[in-house]
């Protein structure tokens, strides 16, 4: 798997590189935005790690600009406690965050937990699946609402498989948590909430219902579709 890394810090890119190497990618470097960005668009990356803190163009602008074009998986490396950072890289379509300083171990965990997501196996069942007017067919990785493709990022995709399987059920915020992002849910982490957001936000704008996607308070979410 070939991944792209935008980090400014060049002594911090190079150990990342040769340790993920060694696990088995392939990486490129971009020590500033715009480098970043044009190497992001260009495709052939199964992954890109973008530090929010970038030179000429900032991470937070150039996650804006790749999701108008690209769904590219993608993990923001946030500043250690900076839930403002997080929250925005999130709303924006990032797949995951890692908070700076990161160890190396993590962060190839976390790429390998988003390229299992991104890929037509992701899920053991590959069925589509249709509810009321909402289809999903996880071999092509595809969502449509009547005949309106919706433009997902892999997070959000597997978000609304998992919704959609489950039925009238409610699924928690720590199991998703578990089956979305692969890890369990930390107090106060908002994950969830805004992977959720942008999906009901995307079904909203296809549909016109924002009640798509009905949260359950104190226990989690569910869609609210005729089977």
Known sequence: MRILLIDDDIELGQLL???????GFAVDLAHDGETGLAQALAGGHAAVVLDVMLPRLSGIEVLRRIRAGSQVPVIMLTAKGDKVERVVGLELGADDYVPKPCYPRELAARLRAVLRRSGP???ADTSDIQ???????????AACWQSTALELTVT????????????DLVLSKDELSERLL???R???DRSIDVHV???????????????????VRGIGYRLCLPP
């Not at 978000?159 to 399987?165: C, K, P, Q, T, V």
């Not at 957001?197 to 949260?215: F, H, P």
């Open 17 to 23: 590189s040769e340790y993920l190497e060694q696990e």
């Open 121 to 123: 196996a992701a899920t």
């Open 197 to 215: 957001s942008n999906l009901r936000q995307k079904l909203l704008a296809a549909s016109g219902d924002e009640q798509l996607v009905q949260t």
């Open 186 to 188: 930390l107090p106060y």
């Open 131 to 141: 509810r009321g007017d909402l289809s999903l067919s996880p071999g092509r990785r």
């Open 156 to 167: 959000e995709f597997n978000l609304l498989e998992l919704l959609m399987r489950a039925g």
């Open 182 to 184: 692969g890890r369990p």
